[in-house]
């Protein structure tokens, strides 16, 4: 993620900002330019600063969820974000507003990295049979639990995942040494580009030398991984033990790994870090981080300054008494997996003649184990968000997850 700047003071404002604390000028995101600009009243509209423009706030920042902004003309009052949720929860319920706050924190900051990196993002009422929806749900008061999950562009994710205790209660259970909401957002989202860049552009069999043969039972290999668990040489060729179960999740985990990996540079960068220890001359654990991460040569260029980053990040974390930030271990197998995702997101890897139809009907990938009970050009500007209330509470800082602790490394 970029540091921003107010165009008005100068101060430095962040992502998630909707106003400046030094000169109290309202904030707001413009998907179009990528861009948080500093905003003035201009009648019942909002104008950046320096432009014509106008703006309004998305319709959902009346909730506090969403910071981002609509042209003051356009016909949808929601941003290119929250027009592709579904369904959200029942906000009369106020543990219910406060979750799903968090979630779209998360979603917004997946949004941002996949416009940043140009993918394609079409919504079900642009495209209904192949468009990205997302569904935000409680569990009911008796039935079953709600299964964080993909299926055919519809990403689903239980609201309690929002709730931390209750995240680091799953996380215990399935043995993840990781688990976030960012995460759950990025890892779903491999699942819909696998569709998008893979399936249905003719490039199964470029993927299935890297992850290996997707047309397995998917079933099957999900019964199997939960009562026989990941091989015990995982780690030499998978990110996670998750990745293991099926090539769809193998393709998702590296996916993740892959966007978390690029937005985690941009910050690196954004804050001009260098990696340069005093008692060691091994390259490994050097690195100058000053260029952009969505616009890498090669997925090399990015590993080369990812391991020293979580070197250090995960040595910072250990003399503050935390878990490593990034309790993974990249191999050469798993480079090569992230290098396929490189090429396809940058269009380089080409079609072929074999193409599958959709995944079965009503099959959904879960996170979750099954049946376990729990400044723009002038006359651009982004749309501005209705107040929130009075009494409303601000938008939540962003999460910062603490995981247990794993060395990361290269094997």
Not at 63 to 82: F, I, K, M, S
């Amino acid at each position: 993620m970029r540091l921003f700047s107010c165009k008005s003071c100068a101060q430095t404002v962040f992502f998630e900002n909707i106003s400046c604390e030094r000169c109290a000028h309202q904030l707001g995101f413009d998907s179009e330019t990528l861009t948080l600009l500093t905003l003035a009243p201009d009648d019942d509209a909002l104008r950046p600063l320096g432009h014509r423009t106008r703006y309004r706030y998305c319709e959902n920042a009346q909730y506090g969820a969403c910071n981002w902004l609509v042209r003051d003309n356009a016909e949808d009052g929601l941003c290119a974000a929250c027009r592709h949720n579904r369904t959200i929860p029942d906000l009369s319920v106020p543990e219910n507003l406060a979750d799903w706050r968090k979630m779209e924190i998360a979603k917004h900051r997946l949004f941002y990295t996949l416009m940043r990196l140009g993918l394609p993002l079409q919504s079900i009422a642009e495209a209904p049979q192949s468009g990205l929806a997302f569904d935000f749900l409680a569990d009911p008061p008796s039935g079953p639990r709600i299964l964080t999950g993909h299926d055919e562009g519809l990403i689903t994710i239980n609201l309690k995942e929002a709730d931390d205790a209750m995240r680091e209660r799953f996380r215990a259970e399935m043995g993840e040494p990781y688990r976030t909401l960012l995460g759950h957002f990025r890892h779903e989202i491999g699942h819909y580009y696998w569709n998008v860049l893979v399936r249905d552009a003719g490039r199964l069999n470029e993927c299935r030398a890297v992850f290996g043969d997707d047309s397995i039972d998917y079933g099957q290999a999900l019964q199997a991984h939960y009562e026989q668990g990941a091989p015990a040489n995982w780690a030499q060729s998978y990110i996670s033990a998750y990745a293991t179960m099926h090539p769809w999740e193998d393709f998702a985990e590296s996916w993740a790994h892959y966007l978390h990996i690029v937005d985690t540079l941009e910050t690196a960068t954004a804050f001009g870090l260098r990696i340069h220890p005093r008692r060691t001359e091994n390259e490994l654990l050097h690195a100058d981080i000053d260029f952009d991460p969505h616009r890498a040569e090669s997925v090399e260029q990015l590993i080369e300054a990812w391991l020293p980053l979580t070197f250090a990040m995960n040595s910072l974390n250990r003399s503050m008494g935390q878990q490593d930030l990034y309790p993974f271990v990249i191999s050469e197998a798993v480079i090569r997996k992230l290098g396929f995702i490189h090429e396809l997101v940058h269009g380089r890897v080409g079609g072929s003649a074999t193409a599958a139809g959709p995944m079965p009907a009503g099959i959904i990938l879960p996170r979750t184990p099954p049946e376990r009970d729990e400044p723009p050009p002038d006359g651009d500007e982004p749309p501005p968000v209705d107040e929130p209330p009075a009494d409303a509470p601000p938008m939540p800082p962003p999460h910062v997850p603490v995981t247990p602790p794993l060395n990361v490394g290269m094997i």
